[in-house]
């Protein structure tokens, strides 16, 4: 105890005390945490998908979209946007919006997807639209790579970014990054045009160029995608790149030249 | 000695050690180029030591190691605009049409040998290149050191780092990428929109409509022969007149106007300059290593019909896409023509950003008629009105770097882009006279510090209890060397107009331009723009101590 006393005004106390507090707390906080919000039940049948859709639709999306999809000022008419709109849009967790502004932003889903898909049987029976992609529209194997590439840098990287990296729009909206985007939620972006993003059905492009891109981004925007010159510094071009050699690079070298400096010679006395 | 020859050549020397290689080799050199003058009268040179001192040297290896990189780069690119089909082993571009350029770029990057490397030692050594010489720039403008005799080298420098941004502009889009190819075809608008001429010069330049098929080979030539030649010339002129100046230094006791106080070029600075060297070739093959520039085969070859967003330049062009950025879409219409302000008022805003940094010298020496040689460098806060407009040029610059990034301000910090875009319209005449006003409010407190350590000492921190109950914090006085430092300054007095009628009475006419100059001089010295430094006679009455701590 006499030696915790006496070091209780090392300059590294207050350090240490921060660090054990931080630790309590959070190890308190884990403990009693309410566990995550329960399953709901996977085996609601499939008959019955509308109809519990539909509850779910009163509760959690009727507000802004009117009780029948019909649309209010606060949200748009869900009539004839087809169950892959809902699938995407509730699937990345942008509906339920949290709140009002100038674009839903990705978040996490609090749905799971049984509800998911009754939402989107409900919705899909308000009027014919696209329905949700099948694993094998989507899927990005046997896809042509570079094709998709070209295809991306002529219709997405405008708003996009080369590989996907996101980019501004007008007055606070964005083109998100499509990092690790589930492949089913690409391919519903670019069936369903969600948000500000123009919508590219089949007949504008075709289901294998949807799965050319999605192989593309697979590639080159994926936690799997190599970068042979090594740190990607965020894939943003010469912006992030000047950052970093006015930083580390000028930095690093203004470090040395004082280091240098200050390693003189002495004057010999003679 | 025993088996010395009977060689009539070597007969004087049998007797004699034959002399060192290195010794024999001058020897030879002397002999035939008159080398131990020139040495003699410069292996002693003095340099001072100061670590800002050494940006120009970061700048001249950066410069250096760019130039070594670059002969390999050339070894293996091909500045063509030839249509071919990539077969390379890079698959997410197998099979594209693109040009020679770029498939040759991607061949650098992952076929040649250390190929990759060497591409991004180049680019991030230019990078590192501009941004020194940025530094150097800004170290040589506050502390004055631009004064005469040194004006025609500020001159050089400058012209080093706007060659420096045009010898990366045409580098950078020598690949034929879809990022450069986006900043050509900005090129190409800012041309289309000068008045006149405009078309003429852009047909000139792309040999027809853009993108054609010349630009690559006319930029390769420009790129690595006429801009980089001529910014050897000028490098070794800028060194010359270095040498030639001698450097300046910081004031410091011993230290004047007609010395140069430090250490020997040889063997100190030989040894310092060439470790130096490897140093910071060493920093940029790390950087190099670790990071990716310029990653092309994310980026993709360039298509007219194509474009990114996030499309920017590298950061030496930065300000230039922040003008046009922010810059509204005016354009004016008549008789079937276009005069598309929205580009041209940037264009010619440009090149005034530059030159406004570039003329100051000229203005200073007007302005305060100071034709003095100075060798002795000022300290930033003794030359407030400096400073300021020194700090004030940064902001104007920085504000447009913000400009040309703005989309990525918004999406990294959660703004509208409007928002920064209006930001920037309204700091670009703004931002630069409120940091002008708080720099030279700034530099003042700083001279008032200046004088205060100078009459009272240094806060000591020890707090002393006087016998009748009083604290009293402890003041240090200052070494002499400290006192000579803070006070070898001298402070300007501003010029004053001289009286309309002389002392002979006779009448004499005074131009608009002599009183808008005493007008600036007031401006520069007058009052409220210094604080009047200690003098010996006050310090003399503080210290002599009459009851004073």
Known sequence: MKKLSARRRHPLAAVVVLLFALAVTGGLYAAFAPADTAKADDTAAQS??????????????????????????????????????????????????????????????????????????????????????????????????????????????????????????????????????????????????????????????????????????????????QSPGGLELGGLGPVSEGLFAWIFGLGALIVVAIWVAARTAKAKKS | MSTATTDAYSADAQGRRKAPAGE???????????????????????????????????????????????????LFFHPSMEETVYHGPYVPMQGMRMSEAFASTLNISFDVRGGLLVRQIHHWAALIFLAGMFVHMMRVFF????????????????????????????????PDDLLSGTGVRFMEGAILSIPIIGTYISMFLFGGEFPGSDFVPRFFSIHV???????????VAHMILVIYHKHTQFPGPGRTNKNVVGMPLMPVYMAKAGGFFFLVFGVIAAISALATINPIWAIGPYRPDQVSTGAQPDWYMGFSEGLIRVMPGWEINFWG??????????????????????????????????????????????????????????????????????DLWATHFHLSINAITWFVRIG??????????????????????????????????????????EFVEVHEPLSQEQLHTLTAHEQPEPLELVPEVDENGVERKVGATQKLRVKLSKGFYGEGTQIPKATAEEFQEITSGHGHH
């Open chain 1, 48 to 225: 019955l998908a509308i109809e519990e859709g539909k509850k779910l639709y009163s509760v959690g999306c009727a507000s802004c979209h009117g009780t029948g999809g019909q649309g209010t000022t606060d949200g748009p008419s869900l009539v004839g946007v087809g169950a892959s709109a809902v699938d995407f849009q509730v699937g990345t967790g942008r509906m339920p919006l949290q709140q009002q502004g100038a674009q839903a932003p990705k978040k996490k889903a609090i749905y799971d997807q049984a509800e998911i898909d009754q939402l989107a049987a409900y919705i899909a029976s308000l009027g014919a639209g696209p329905s949700v992609p099948s694993k094998d529209q989507y899927s990005p194997d046997g896809a042509d790579i570079a094709k998709g590439g070209e295809l991306f840098r002529t219709n997405c990287a405008q708003c996009h970014n080369f590989t996907g990296k996101g980019g501004a729009l007008s007055n606070g909206k964005f083109a998100p990054s499509l990092e690790d985007v589930n492949p089913k939620h690409i391919y519903e972006a670019m069936q369903t045009g969600p948000q500000n993003m123009p919508s590219f059905p089949d007949t504008t492009m075709s289901e294998k160029n949807k799965k050319d891109i999605i192989a593309y981004l697979d590639t080159v925007n994926s936690s799997k995608s």
């Open chain 2, 24 to 74: 024999r080799v001058a020897d030879w050199a002397d002999g035939r180029l008159g080398i131990y003058s020139l040495a003699k009268a410069n292996m002693r040179k003095i340099f001072p030591d100061h670590w800002s001192f050494m940006l120009g040297e970061v700048c001249l290896y950066s410069f250096l190691i760019i130039i070594l990189t670059g002969v390999y780069l050339t």
């Open chain 2, 337 to 406: 023509h276009t005069l598309v302000l929205g580009v041209l008022i940037p264009l010619i805003i440009f090149p005034t950003v530059l030159a406004a940094i570039a003329v100051y010298p000229f203005i200073e020496s007007w302005v305060t008629g100071d034709k003095r040689e100075h060798h002795l460098l000022d300290r930033p806060r003794n030359a407030p009105t400096r400073t300021a407009f020194g700090a004030a040029w940064i902001s104007w610059y920085f504000v447009l770097l913000v400009g040309g990034g703005n």
């Open chain 2, 143 to 174: 502390t004055g050191a631009f004064r005469k005799p040194r004006e025609i080298n500020w001159l050089f420098g400058f012209l080093l780092f706007v060659l420096g941004m045009f010898t990366g502009f045409t580098g950078y889009s020598l």
């Open chain 2, 225 to 235: 022969l006429l801009l980089p030649g001529i910014m050897l010339g000028l490098v």
């Open chain 2, 428 to 469: 670009f005449f703004v931002v630069p006279v409120l940091v002008f006003v708080a720099t030279r409010r700034i530099c003042m407190g700083l001279q008032r510090r200046d004088r205060d350590k100078v009459l009272h000492g240094r806060e000591s921190g020890i707090i002393k209890r006087l016998p009748h109950g």
